[in-house]
């Protein structure tokens, strides 16, 4: 059984720091691109980061230079590392992962290309 399993969101002061574990389960983790997506109220789900199998990393422009993503081949995890937290912020993040067909350095960008979702975790930034 897959699992994806988001962790680490709540509420945090602008310009405080939260930590978002993804834990995942049931399928070749190092295989995959993974990916942090976030959904605001009222908007449509966006991507904010993404990491190929081999460690290549993207970030929306919106939190370049605030947001880390890191993963662990190894323990199956992908983190997200957010600092200088904004108010635009504020929405429900969600990892995902796509199998990436033994292309070590590529990752999806579009929500529709990922195979597998976590529920979400909140994270809440107030000014």
């Known amino acids: 059984e897959v699992q994806v399993v988001e962790s680490g969101g709540g509420s945090v002061q602008s310009g405080g720091s939260l930590r978002l574990p993804c834990a995942t389960s049931?399928?070749?983790?190092?295989?995959?691109?993974m990916g942090w997506f976030r959904q605001a109220p009222g908007r449509s789900r966006e991507g904010v980061s993404a990491?190929?199998?081999?460690?290549?990393?993207y970030y929306a422009d919106s939190v370049k230079g605030r947001f880390t993503i890191s993963r662990d081949n190894a323990k199956n995890t992908v983190d997200l590392q957010m600092n200088s937290l904004k108010s635009e912020d504020t929405a429900v993040y969600y990892c995902?992962?796509?199998?990436?067909?033994?292309?070590?350095?590529?990752?999806?960008?579009?929500?529709?290309?990922?195979?597998?979702w976590g529920q979400g975790t909140q994270v809440t930034v107030s000014s």
């Open positions: 995902a992962g796509d199998w990436a067909n033994d292309r070590p350095s590529w990752y999806p960008q579009r929500d529709k290309e990922y195979d597998y």
């Open positions: 049931g399928f070749t983790f190092g295989a995959y691109a």
């Open positions: 990491i190929a199998s081999d460690g290549t990393t």
